[in-house]
């Protein structure tokens, strides 16, 4: 567990940070953070500082946090405003983002232990925190396999992954079609696809990859959601260390193109699961209202695509598939 003197360290920094660069040199010092973090603008380091804190923040097995890690975690956030672009690639690649971090995605690891795969890969494993999840839900009965590309991620994640490629996942198709000869039950890509440059391909290699009875779990962000359209009716589309405009996503969907996507790659979908916001409801109650008012709201709205059947994309941040081969 964190250390009381953690968790107290990180409410006093909270406070103190935005008064004395001091203080976070200090703070920088006793976390014995590297010189990544010496940049020429200090703005950044109060946030680089409570990302190493994540690093080390304790996690229970269905991904949530304890409270000293929540704390840090919300200071985190505080801190972090003032990102570019730029410094937010350079934090994924040392490994330090909160991506890196990486929260179980609940919805993917019900599906996984409910599905009970004998033999089960992980596209896309980072520390091994899914893998770990569904291990437990499983009691440790399947073999539990990862791909992880990062190179940062797979000497954690062979500590809970009973095998780990260090590698992308076309360049890994070959061993793991001769190392698991009989495929694998279960193959999970868990907000995985938005960062690849070929998706479309990764899903089409899954398929030589599935035992008799696989299935493929697809876990993406909604390109459609509120904040996004909101975003670009205001004439932004700003990038985000983590979320649905993570700076590392480099191709987006919404349901409809993903669906599409499935078919293409010859997916049949058995089953889907969106992951709403937390609630709902107040604003699909207010598009609802919109929709039923005067003739020129009404007009306005079907210019943008807003009708009472798509209504429930606006208040969807993801959506989770689990399909097999046609």
Known sequence: MLQDRRGSDARKLKLESAKSIRALKITESKLGLTDWCLKEQRKSISSLIFVRWLDQAVYRMDGSMDNESLAAYECYFVMNKKLSPYEMLQLHESGDAPYQIHFVPEDVRKICVELAP??????????GQLIAAVKKGLNSRAVCVGVEMNAFAPKDAEQVCDRVYSSTFDAA???LKADYPGGFDIISF?????HMYDPWEAMVLAKELLSERGKCV??????????IIGGLLSNRFDYELMGLLDVTHIRFFTPGSFEDACQQAGYKILRKVQI?????QPVLSAFSTLIAGSEDVKNFLRILGVTQ???PLLAMWQICYVCEPL
């Open 118 to 127: 004998l033999v089960y890969l992980d596209v896309g494993c980072n520390r």
């Open 173 to 175: 198709i070959g061993r």
């Open 190 to 194: 868990a907000d995985v696809l938005e």
């Open 218 to 227: 697809f876990q993406i962000p909604n390109m459609g959601h509120r904040s």
């Open 276 to 280: 709403m916001e937390e609630n709902p």
């Open 309 to 311: 059947i798509n209504l």
